[in-house]
Protein backbone atom coordinates (compact mmCIF):
# COMPACT_ATOMS: atom_id res chain seq x y z
CA UNK A 1 0.00 0.00 0.00
CA UNK A 2 3.08 2.18 0.50
CA UNK A 3 3.12 3.33 -3.46
CA UNK A 4 -0.72 3.94 -3.75
CA UNK A 5 -2.01 7.36 -2.77
CA UNK A 6 -5.46 6.70 -1.86
CA UNK A 7 -6.37 10.23 -1.28
CA UNK A 8 -4.96 10.82 -4.79
CA UNK A 9 -7.02 8.21 -6.52
CA UNK A 10 -10.35 9.12 -4.75
CA UNK A 11 -9.88 12.53 -6.19
CA UNK A 12 -9.03 11.61 -10.00
CA UNK A 13 -12.38 9.28 -9.85
CA UNK A 14 -14.43 12.17 -8.58
CA UNK A 15 -12.83 14.06 -11.36
CA UNK A 16 -13.38 11.30 -14.02
CA UNK A 17 -17.64 11.38 -12.74
CA UNK A 18 -17.40 14.92 -13.07
CA UNK A 19 -16.05 14.86 -16.82
CA UNK A 20 -19.10 11.94 -17.22
CA UNK A 21 -21.55 14.02 -16.19
CA UNK A 22 -20.83 16.96 -17.58
CA UNK A 23 -20.35 14.95 -21.27
CA UNK A 24 -24.40 13.76 -20.60
CA UNK A 25 -24.90 17.16 -20.08
CA UNK A 26 -25.94 16.33 -16.10
CA UNK A 27 -25.38 17.80 -12.86
CA UNK A 28 -22.04 16.11 -11.14
CA UNK A 29 -23.93 16.70 -7.98
CA UNK A 30 -26.35 13.90 -9.17
CA UNK A 31 -23.89 10.89 -9.32
CA UNK A 32 -22.83 9.35 -5.74
CA UNK A 33 -19.25 7.42 -5.36
CA UNK A 34 -19.54 4.85 -3.54
CA UNK A 35 -16.05 4.00 -2.52
CA UNK A 36 -16.28 -0.54 -2.18
CA UNK A 37 -14.05 -1.38 0.32
CA UNK A 38 -14.36 -5.68 0.40
CA UNK A 39 -11.10 -6.70 1.42
CA UNK A 40 -9.53 -3.81 2.95
CA UNK A 41 -8.87 -3.57 6.57
CA UNK A 42 -9.92 -0.58 8.46
CA UNK A 43 -6.93 1.11 8.52
CA UNK A 44 -6.63 1.50 4.77
CA UNK A 45 -10.45 2.56 4.51
CA UNK A 46 -9.75 5.51 7.05
CA UNK A 47 -7.39 7.12 4.72
CA UNK A 48 -10.75 7.38 2.29
CA UNK A 49 -12.67 9.18 5.49
CA UNK A 50 -9.76 10.93 6.25
CA UNK A 51 -10.08 12.36 2.52
CA UNK A 52 -13.37 13.46 3.53
CA UNK A 53 -15.43 10.45 1.35
CA UNK A 54 -18.24 9.17 3.77
CA UNK A 55 -20.01 7.53 1.70
CA UNK A 56 -18.92 3.25 1.20
CA UNK A 57 -19.95 0.30 0.34
CA UNK A 58 -19.50 -3.82 1.75
CA UNK A 59 -20.26 -7.04 -0.23
CA UNK A 60 -19.38 -9.40 2.71
CA UNK A 61 -21.60 -8.88 5.68
CA UNK A 62 -18.63 -10.62 8.22
CA UNK A 63 -16.52 -8.47 7.04
CA UNK A 64 -18.92 -5.09 7.95
CA UNK A 65 -19.55 -6.76 11.34
CA UNK A 66 -15.14 -6.57 11.57
CA UNK A 67 -14.78 -3.46 9.89
CA UNK A 68 -17.84 -0.66 10.54
CA UNK A 69 -17.62 -0.54 14.67
CA UNK A 70 -13.49 0.63 13.76
CA UNK A 71 -14.42 2.98 11.65
CA UNK A 72 -16.01 6.73 12.14
CA UNK A 73 -20.15 6.45 13.56
CA UNK A 74 -20.41 9.52 10.97
CA UNK A 75 -19.87 7.28 7.81
CA UNK A 76 -23.07 5.83 5.81
CA UNK A 77 -22.88 2.03 4.92
CA UNK A 78 -24.49 0.46 1.76
CA UNK A 79 -24.44 -3.34 1.42
CA UNK A 80 -23.86 -4.41 -2.40
CA UNK A 81 -23.78 -8.31 -1.91
CA UNK A 82 -25.91 -11.04 -1.91
CA UNK A 83 -28.18 -11.03 1.15
CA UNK A 84 -29.45 -14.21 2.74
CA UNK A 85 -32.42 -14.15 4.64
CA UNK A 86 -31.11 -15.04 8.03
CA UNK A 87 -28.45 -12.25 7.74
CA UNK A 88 -31.49 -9.92 7.42
CA UNK A 89 -31.34 -8.75 10.53
CA UNK A 90 -27.70 -8.41 11.21
CA UNK A 91 -27.72 -6.30 7.71
CA UNK A 92 -30.37 -3.84 9.36
CA UNK A 93 -28.12 -3.28 12.14
CA UNK A 94 -25.09 -2.13 10.14
CA UNK A 95 -26.03 -0.68 6.80
CA UNK A 96 -28.01 1.65 5.75
CA UNK A 97 -28.65 0.79 2.20
CA UNK A 98 -29.08 -2.48 0.88
CA UNK A 99 -28.42 -2.59 -2.84
CA UNK A 100 -29.10 -5.96 -4.19
CA UNK A 101 -33.03 -7.15 -3.36
CA UNK A 102 -33.63 -9.65 -5.62
CA UNK A 103 -36.56 -11.96 -4.38
CA UNK A 104 -40.08 -10.59 -3.20
CA UNK A 105 -39.18 -13.07 -0.57
CA UNK A 106 -36.49 -11.24 0.66
CA UNK A 107 -38.04 -7.34 0.45
CA UNK A 108 -40.85 -8.87 2.29
CA UNK A 109 -38.47 -10.26 5.00
CA UNK A 110 -36.29 -7.05 5.11
CA UNK A 111 -39.81 -5.23 5.64
CA UNK A 112 -41.20 -7.36 8.90
CA UNK A 113 -37.70 -7.15 10.47
CA UNK A 114 -37.34 -3.60 9.82
CA UNK A 115 -40.32 -3.08 11.50
CA UNK A 116 -39.23 -5.18 14.24
CA UNK A 117 -36.18 -2.68 14.69
CA UNK A 118 -37.65 0.41 14.13
CA UNK A 119 -35.70 0.82 10.75
CA UNK A 120 -36.41 2.19 7.38
CA UNK A 121 -33.94 1.14 5.51
CA UNK A 122 -33.68 2.05 1.24
CA UNK A 123 -33.05 -0.62 -0.85
CA UNK A 124 -32.72 -0.68 -4.41
CA UNK A 125 -34.12 -3.79 -6.57
CA UNK A 126 -31.70 -6.02 -8.79
CA UNK A 127 -32.51 -6.44 -11.99
CA UNK A 128 -30.90 -9.43 -14.05
CA UNK A 129 -32.52 -8.00 -17.47
CA UNK A 130 -30.23 -10.80 -19.73
CA UNK A 131 -30.93 -13.29 -16.86
CA UNK A 132 -27.81 -14.36 -16.54
CA UNK A 133 -27.73 -17.81 -14.89
CA UNK A 134 -24.37 -16.67 -12.58
CA UNK A 135 -26.42 -13.98 -11.46
CA UNK A 136 -29.24 -13.25 -8.67
CA UNK A 137 -32.22 -10.38 -9.92
CA UNK A 138 -35.64 -9.85 -11.28
CA UNK A 139 -35.42 -10.59 -14.52
CA UNK A 140 -38.05 -8.39 -17.08
CA UNK A 141 -41.17 -10.58 -16.71
CA UNK A 142 -43.48 -9.68 -13.92
CA UNK A 143 -41.31 -7.13 -12.59
CA UNK A 144 -44.35 -4.57 -12.69
CA UNK A 145 -45.87 -6.96 -10.03
CA UNK A 146 -43.17 -6.86 -8.05
CA UNK A 147 -42.95 -3.39 -7.71
CA UNK A 148 -46.55 -2.98 -6.72
CA UNK A 149 -46.00 -5.13 -3.93
CA UNK A 150 -43.14 -3.34 -3.13
CA UNK A 151 -44.64 -0.08 -2.77
CA UNK A 152 -47.11 -1.22 -0.67
CA UNK A 153 -44.46 -2.40 1.72
CA UNK A 154 -44.76 0.21 5.03
CA UNK A 155 -40.91 -0.25 6.28
CA UNK A 156 -38.75 -0.33 3.29
CA UNK A 157 -38.02 2.65 0.93
CA UNK A 158 -37.49 1.69 -2.80
CA UNK A 159 -34.77 4.25 -3.68
CA UNK A 160 -34.31 2.91 -7.29
CA UNK A 161 -32.97 -0.17 -9.66
CA UNK A 162 -29.49 -1.94 -9.26
CA UNK A 163 -27.26 -3.69 -11.75
CA UNK A 164 -24.07 -5.89 -12.82
CA UNK A 165 -23.90 -5.79 -16.30
CA UNK A 166 -22.24 -8.63 -18.45
CA UNK A 167 -18.22 -8.96 -18.39
CA UNK A 168 -17.25 -7.10 -20.67
CA UNK A 169 -13.48 -6.31 -22.16
CA UNK A 170 -14.28 -2.66 -22.90
CA UNK A 171 -16.50 -0.06 -20.97
CA UNK A 172 -18.55 0.40 -23.98
CA UNK A 173 -19.42 -2.70 -25.01
CA UNK A 174 -21.44 -2.44 -21.40
CA UNK A 175 -23.26 0.86 -22.67
CA UNK A 176 -26.78 -1.18 -23.82
CA UNK A 177 -27.12 -2.60 -20.54
CA UNK A 178 -26.90 0.47 -18.53
CA UNK A 179 -29.07 2.46 -20.96
CA UNK A 180 -31.84 -0.73 -21.16
CA UNK A 181 -31.68 -0.36 -17.30
CA UNK A 182 -32.23 3.43 -17.18
CA UNK A 183 -35.18 2.99 -19.91
CA UNK A 184 -36.83 0.16 -17.57
CA UNK A 185 -36.87 3.03 -14.71
CA UNK A 186 -38.11 5.80 -17.07
CA UNK A 187 -40.81 2.96 -18.01
CA UNK A 188 -41.84 1.80 -14.60
CA UNK A 189 -41.73 5.47 -13.34
CA UNK A 190 -44.19 6.63 -16.38
CA UNK A 191 -46.65 3.24 -15.55
CA UNK A 192 -46.97 3.64 -11.75
CA UNK A 193 -46.86 7.67 -11.59
CA UNK A 194 -43.95 7.15 -9.14
CA UNK A 195 -40.85 8.70 -8.59
CA UNK A 196 -37.90 6.06 -8.72
CA UNK A 197 -34.80 8.06 -9.01
CA UNK A 198 -31.42 5.77 -8.00
CA UNK A 199 -29.89 3.61 -10.37
CA UNK A 200 -26.87 2.01 -9.34
CA UNK A 201 -24.72 1.12 -12.11
CA UNK A 202 -21.02 1.27 -12.53
CA UNK A 203 -18.33 0.02 -11.50
CA UNK A 204 -14.33 0.82 -11.68
CA UNK A 205 -14.24 -0.37 -14.73
CA UNK A 206 -17.09 0.79 -16.78
CA UNK A 207 -18.41 3.46 -13.96
CA UNK A 208 -17.97 6.97 -17.16
CA UNK A 209 -20.21 4.95 -19.30
CA UNK A 210 -22.80 4.19 -17.02
CA UNK A 211 -22.79 7.60 -15.82
CA UNK A 212 -23.49 8.53 -18.99
CA UNK A 213 -26.11 6.23 -19.39
CA UNK A 214 -28.11 7.88 -15.84
CA UNK A 215 -26.47 6.25 -13.57
CA UNK A 216 -27.06 8.07 -9.89
CA UNK A 217 -24.36 5.53 -7.95
CA UNK A 218 -21.39 4.01 -9.14
CA UNK A 219 -19.67 1.25 -6.87
CA UNK A 220 -15.90 1.80 -7.15
CA UNK A 221 -13.63 -0.05 -5.13
CA UNK A 222 -10.00 -1.02 -7.10
CA UNK A 223 -9.53 2.19 -8.83
CA UNK A 224 -9.18 3.94 -5.41
CA UNK A 225 -7.51 1.09 -3.83
CA UNK A 226 -5.57 -0.43 -6.20
CA UNK A 227 -6.01 -4.00 -6.69
CA UNK A 228 -8.18 -6.18 -4.67
CA UNK A 229 -6.24 -8.61 -2.59
CA UNK A 230 -7.69 -12.20 -2.06
CA UNK A 231 -6.59 -12.92 1.54
CA UNK A 232 -7.08 -10.79 3.86
CA UNK A 233 -8.03 -10.93 7.74
CA UNK A 234 -11.10 -9.07 7.29
CA UNK A 235 -12.00 -10.97 4.58
CA UNK A 236 -14.56 -14.02 5.12
Same mark, same amino acid.
Given at each position: ???????????????????????????????????????????????????????????????????????????????????????????? &? @??????? %? #????? $? /???? =???? +???????????????????????????????????????????? &? @??????? %? #????? $? /???? =???? +??????????????????????????????????????????????????????
Amino acid at each position: MADIDIAANLEAVRRRIDLAAERSARDPAGVDLLVVTKTWPPGVIAQVVEAGHGLLGENKLQEAEAKIPELPTSMQWHFIGHLQRNKVRKAL &G @LFDVIHS %V #DSLRL $A /RHLD =RIAG +EMGKSPEIYLQVNAEEEQTKGGFGLNGLGEVIREVLSLEQIHLA &G @LMSIPPA %V #DQPED $A /RDSF =RRLR +ELRDGLEKEFEISLPGLSMGMSHDFEVAIEEGATIVRVGSSIFGPRKSARATSS
